[in-house]
């Protein structure tokens, strides 16, 4: 129902509701529809994303009609942020390995297949599942066995994908940590390296599977700032994946497990 009593045609904020959550005039909002040539500074960009409660690609989306440089979200995505079809996807990618991580490479969700892959993932506990913390863990090393060439480009990416977060609190202590438990890890960090690519592909020894290729395939989440990796085999895909499936299986569990984190 209206102000006077009659129903709304259309359901939404009327302009003059998304000018007062905005905390502007109604004329000055009419004239920003009207496509008006107006001075809009960054805060009221802002307001009016929130207004009409846009999403991080819809906000970006605004402040470059505006002409403006869009903000930066240093808001680190969690488990909660995850759309439900992107979790049934990673669910129905089984066998193939594959895990859904945040910018900070925080693991926040993943299926079996990756778990086979690397046994040693369950036994972590929930803060140290992590690409970075698994990787200079010991137990990859035996694992990866161009280990350093892969530990220089994972760290590489990192820094080159975070540029602008490394001074937020998650990512400095995520290299504090880094830099207390693995004495060498400074000689990486310190090499200030940025990757001119991600990593396509990698060589395990796997404690079941023996030596493999895998090739990486990644998905960016709409709208938030996730990555869906998918784990493929490059030779004998075919004997591979049946592998992975007996393997997977076998376990106790049959269906997706996700970071209680």
Not at 8 to 31: D, F, I, N, P
Not at 178 to 183: E, I, M, T
Not at 206 to 216: A, K, T, W
């Amino acid at each position: 129902m209206d102000s006077t009593g009659g129903r709304r045609r259309s359901q939404g904020l009327r302009r003059a509701e998304v000018a007062k959550l905005a905390g502007v005039s109604l004329t000055w909002y009419t004239w920003l529809e009207q496509g008006r040539s107006i001075r809009v500074s960054r805060q009221v960009l802002s307001s009016l994303g929130r207004a009409l409660r846009l999403d991080s690609m819809e906000t970006e989306h605004l402040f470059r009609l505006a002409g403006e440089v869009p903000p930066t979200d240093h808001r680190l995505v969690g488990l909660a942020d995850i759309p439900p079809p992107y979790l049934s996807l990673l669910e129905n990618l089984d066998p193939l390995p594959a895990a859904i991580t945040n910018s900070r490479f925080d693991v926040l969700a993943w299926n079996q297949g990756y778990c086979v892959l690397y046994p040693y993932f369950e036994e972590l506990p929930p803060a140290d599942r992590n690409v970075l913390l698994m990787t200079f863990n010991d137990r990859a090393r035996s694992l990866l066995p161009e280990w350093d060439y892969h530990a220089a480009q994972l760290l590489g990416l990192f820094r080159s994908h975070n540029a602008e977060r490394l001074a937020c609190p998650e990512f400095a202590g995520l290299v504090d940590i880094l830099r207390a438990r693995v004495p060498e890890f400074a000689k990486y960090w310190d090499q200030m390296d940025l990757t001119v690519g991600d990593p396509t592909a990698a060589r395990l020894d796997h404690p079941v599977l023996g030596r493999i290729e895998l090739e990486y395939t990644k998905l960016h989440l709409v709208g938030i700032d996730a990555t869906l990796y998918v784990h493929q085999p490059v030779t004998d895909r075919d004997a591979l994946k049946c592998r992975l499936a007996r393997l997977v299986a076998a376990r106790p569990a049959s269906s997706l497990v996700v970071s209680a984190s």
